[in-house]
């Protein structure tokens, strides 16, 4: 029997909803690249619904008891009283959202002797370090792909509500005010616009394809160049450098895992090589930029704007200054956990408890670590490293949690 410690976000303040506001999802056969869903034996929840928070539970407690394990799910993750602490010494399994992180410092996975899987429903498993994860065996594996689109439509979403105003504006009808002026003094239109992504991978990629009917100049930063196919097709710039990139772009899009290649890729130094009044959108991590540096950039004008969904550590603590920046676009970390999304790393997260468990190797796009060592898509996306420094030190963030 395992310990499986499952780590979500809260419900919502008044409690679960009753109903939803559509009756079903669209039907997905497979991914963009042909990658398959998910294909756990079976699930037992009804996609659509709320999963992603306590009392949603992954729709894992059926399964995981009827097979004699222990299901402890919480979201209380932050600091030596959390419940999380509580179980590490005796779990398994530790299954957490990056939307809601438990962050597994290497003092975490020294006080979890029994830990061998950390599973990260969703995609982005920087709240595990990495190096430590190697070092004792863990195998770390997220649901690639699950959620990868969901993100992709937030991107541009919030590249054409800043670049057109969009909050703003909003804002003054919520005020009861009628302020053309006010809402167009800083509104502009994408079109011919240069957009350029720092990373074209699942979500990158999906990007750019999404972009390419507004007429604009596409541009990507990689470390591997896309085929030439896919380049011609999208008309796309490859730029052999972040700097040569962001030199040409009005937009500039990060797509890149957190690890140690990309951590303070944006600091004040690359902003600065910048165009005046470019916006960055950054749903990757939070830490892949120097908060500080954004909030100055904002203040300054050297940025025209500055939204994405990801923060450090998180949830943010109540005073980050990116809550009170101008012209920022910032949401919770929500891209990735629309109830589409929850449908299918729910399902993913579940197919890989089933490998687990049943002795059945784990989908190779799905592994991160395993057996002392970055694998599958983490040998070839990530670099090893601990994105989860600093977590506790962090000014603010016990007192916001
Ligand atoms: P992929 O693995 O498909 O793509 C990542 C891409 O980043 C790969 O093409 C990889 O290149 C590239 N890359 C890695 N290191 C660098 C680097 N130093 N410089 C430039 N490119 C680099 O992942 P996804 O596109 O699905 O997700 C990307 C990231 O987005 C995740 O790691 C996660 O942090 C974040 N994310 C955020 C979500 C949210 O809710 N906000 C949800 C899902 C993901 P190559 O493989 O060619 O080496």
């Known amino acids: 029997m395992a310990k499986v410690v499952c780590v ?12 939803y506001a559509r009756d079903d999802l669209p039907k997905i056969t497979h991914y963009a690249d042909g990658q398959k869903l998910p294909t756990p034996k079976g699930i037992d929840f009804n996609p659509g619904e709320l999963l992603g928070s306590v009392s949603g539970e992954l729709g894992l407690r059926k399964y995981l008891e009827a097979n004699g394990h222990e299901l402890i799910v919480t979201s209380s993750k932050d600091g030596p009283d959390s419940e999380l602490e509580k179980h590490l010494h005796d779990a398994e399994v530790v299954i957490s959202q990056p939307f809601w992180p438990a962050y597994l410092t290497a003092e975490r996975i020294a006080k979890a002797p029994k830990l061998k899987l950390a599973l990260t429903a969703g995609i982005g498993s920087d709240h595990v370090n990495l190096d430590a994860a190697v070092e004792h065996g863990i195998t770390v594996a997220e649901v690639t792909f699950c959620n990868s689109i969901s993100v992709a439509e937030h991107v541009v979403m919030m590249i054409v509500s800043q670049v057109r105003n969009y909050l703003p504006s909003y804002d003054w009808v919520n005020k009861g005010g009628w302020n053309i002026a006010d809402c167009v003094a800083r509104s502009y239109d994408v079109e011919g616009m240069h957009i350029g992504t720092v990373a074209a991978g699942r979500i990158g990629l999906a990007v750019l394809r999404r972009l390419k009917p507004w007429d604009v100049h596409l541009h990507y930063f990689d470390r591997h160049r896309l085929p030439e196919a896919v380049e011609k097709e999208l008309n796309l710039t490859w730029h052999d450098s972040v700097e040569d990139m962001v030199k040409v772009c009005d937009v500039v899009t990060i797509n890149a895992p957190l690890h140690s290649e990309t951590l303070n890729l944006f600091d004040e130094k690359m902003i600065s090589k910048m165009k005046r009044g470019a916006y960055i959108i ?18 300054s004008g050297q940025l025209a704007g500055y939204a994405g969904d990801v923060w450090f550590p998180q949830p943010a603590p109540k005073d980050h200054p990116w809550r009170t920046m101008p012209h920022h676009g910032m949401t919770p970390h929500i891209s990735g956990t629309s109830l589409s999304a929850q449908a299918r790393y729910a399902a993913g997260t579940r197919e890989i408890l089933e490998c687990y468990f049943e002795g059945r190797p784990i989908r190779d796009e799905y592994l991160i670590v395993q057996g002392g060592k970055l694998a599958g898509v983490g040998a070839r996306s990530y670099a090893s490293g601990d994105s989860t420094k600093d977590v506790d030190t962090t000014p603010g963030f016990r007192k916001a949690n």
């Not at 979500?8 to 109903?19: A, F, H, Q, R």
Request: hydrophobic content about 35%; some cysteine.
């Open 8 to 19: 979500l976000y809260d419900d919502p303040i008044d409690g679960m909803p009753k109903s």
């Open 282 to 299: 950054n749903t990757a991590r939070g830490k892949i930029v120097d908060r500080d540096a954004i909030v100055r950039a904002c203040e």
